[in-house]
């Protein structure tokens, strides 16, 4: 696979520079400097180094909060070709860079992984369980690399150590890496290298994100009854709950959580970003990602419905996730109407909300406003909510309905600040499907975990069509009526559950075939 072997062999020899050092707060993302191939391998420190330049390349902003804007739920505003807006819009090719951007940084991760393993054992002196549990680290990151690269693309090289530049590499079938990451799985849980937790390296591997990493790649993978026995055990450890707050479970108040099992880290004087660009105008962000009018369908409502006011008694979850017209915002209010006076005017710059809607979550402005492009709200990957949701879906799917799976939809429905009435029981197993698919919209919004859903759903189709925005009162004619930019967007089934290999891949890699109807 030549283009991934240039790449790796630069990376190889370059990623030291982007280590992470551990601190009490977390797992901070920055760069200590470079260190000699000729003293590496010798130390656990070298060790430490090594396979903290693996977690660089976990998921960040765009595959947490972007990638919803290419489902049914959101809207990627367009920034030129080449990006997710073309994804969104269903008008994506081998050439798109977002894409082969996200295929470049997993085999990143996997060649820094399989760097690791194939040297770790250079080290002769330096204490043993410390090196193993590195070891378990690499082997899950590479099982999380493998996990999005099957779910995104399908047939994909498994490579299990370094590779050289002459090498070419052609497709694994799906199936077989999944066995792989199963396995791989397995023996991290059965070999206990990995702790139930950290005190001073929060942010690294634990045992329970290995549980929970083989849930959701069994239930991706319709493996319903693993999926099932690996969420209970991520439930039966006992140490996960969720958080009371919904909406400060995604600001600074909520980091490192008893809710949250595996995340990206961030951290002041280390790894950032700008903490707004994804949100409204006003606060000065670039409305990058939207919610739609779509996802306002999804949610129920705690008390009767409004017909003069679709927003009054709707599950608060909406409230956390989006900024709409009337809502708070920053020191004032937001309104995105077509007279609104303020920047947030839908379409009135490039950098407002193209549908009327902004993304909400994510946001923490009193603590980022004085400084947004210090940003370091971390991105969580996999938390205690979706294992819940998992655990009770794969009971469903296996037709195994009992109160264990009305429990577990009920935690989620009825966390604090949330107080959604429970789901009565006696439902027919389609009634349940449905439930609990809305469930996973409106809970998980905006946490990169859509598009794998309508994926192995089948149901791309739902966001063919106009795009429409905001909900809203028009005072000429009386009648409430939804915002819409005119953009319809495609969806081709017999080619767009799967994403294209990146072209260049496919021009200098002989043994590598391209996705079907691309």
């Not at 860079?97 to 330096?126: C, F, K, T």
């Not at 199963?182 to 290995?210: C, F, H, K, M, N």
């Not at 710059?349 to 492009?373: C, I, Q, R």
């Amino acid at each position: 696979m030549k283009l991934i072997n240039k790449t790796i062999k630069y990376i190889g020899l370059s990623y030291l520079a982007f280590g992470m050092f551990s601190c009490d707060q977390g797992l901070d993302l920055i760069p200590p400097g470079e260190v000699s191939e000729l003293i590496y391998w010798q130390q656990e420190k070298d060790a430490n180094l090594a396979v903290n330049g693996i977690y660089t390349e976990l998921d960040g902003q765009t595959m947490v909060k972007e990638l919803d804007g290419a489902t049914d739920i959101g809207f990627r505003a367009p920034s030129g070709p080449g990006s997710l807006h073309d994804v969104s819009m269903g008008s994506f090719d081998p050439v798109n860079a977002a894409i082969g951007s996200q295929w470049d940084r997993y085999y990143r991760g996997i060649q820094r992984a399989n760097n690791v393993l194939a040297n770790i054992d250079r080290i002769e002196q330096g204490d043993q369980e410390l090196l193993a549990r590195y070891k378990a680290e690499a082997r899950f990151l590479r099982a999380f690399f493998y996990t999005q690269l099957s779910s995104l693309w399908g047939d994909v090289p498994l490579i299990l150590e370094p590779l050289e530049i002459t090498d070419q590499i052609g497709r694994t079938a799906k199936s077989e890496v999944v066995d792989f990451v199963i396995a791989e799985l397995d023996q991290i849980i059965q070999g206990s290298q990995l702790p139930l937790s950290y005190s001073q390296e929060v942010g690294r591997a634990t045992l329970g994100a290995a549980m929970a990493l083989k849930a959701r790649v069994a239930i991706r993978n319709e493996r319903y009854a693993v999926a099932r026995d690996a969420s209970m055990a991520v439930m039966d450890l006992g140490i996960y709950e969720l958080y009371p707050d919904y909406g400060k479970l995604f600001n600074y108040a909520g980091q490192n959580s008893s809710e949250v099992i595996f995340d990206r880290q961030y951290a002041v004087g280390g790894d950032t970003y700008n903490a707004f660009s994804f949100a409204a105008a006003s606060i000065g962000g670039g409305s990058v990602v939207e919610p739609v009018h779509n996802l306002l369908l999804k949610y129920g409502y705690k008390g009767p419905q409004n017909p003069n006011d679709p927003f009054e008694n709707i599950d608060p979850r909406w409230n956390f996730t989006t900024y709409y017209t009337g809502q708070p915002i920053g020191n004032s209010t937001f309104n995105s109407l077509p007279d609104s006076p303020t920047a947030d005017r839908v379409r009135s710059s490039e950098f407002s909300t193209v549908n009327g809607y902004n993304l909400k979550k994510w946001v923490d402005f009193e603590a980022d406003a004085a400084n947004p492009n210090t940003g370091s709200i971390n991105m969580i990957l996999i938390r205690y909510a979706d294992v819940l949701l998992m655990y009770a879906e794969s009971k469903i799917e296996l037709n195994e309905i009992d109160d264990s799976v009305y429990d577990a939809i009920n935690m989620v429905r009825e966390r604090p600040t949330v107080e959604m009435p429970p789901i009565a029981s006696g439902k027919s197993q389609e009634e349940l499907r449905a439930i609990i698919r809305d469930e996973r919209a409106v809970e998980l919004a905006f946490e990169g975990l859509r598009l794998f859903d309508m994926n192995r759903w089948e149901i791309g189709e739902d966001k063919i069509g106009t795009v429409e925005g905001l909900y809203y009162l028009n005072t000429t004619s009386g009648e409430w009526e939804t915002i819409t930019s005119g953009l319809t967007r495609t969806f081709r089934p017999e080619r767009d559950y799967l994403w294209p290999i990146p072209q260049v891949e496919i021009d200098i890699n002989d043994n590598i075939t391209q996705n079907p109807n691309y």
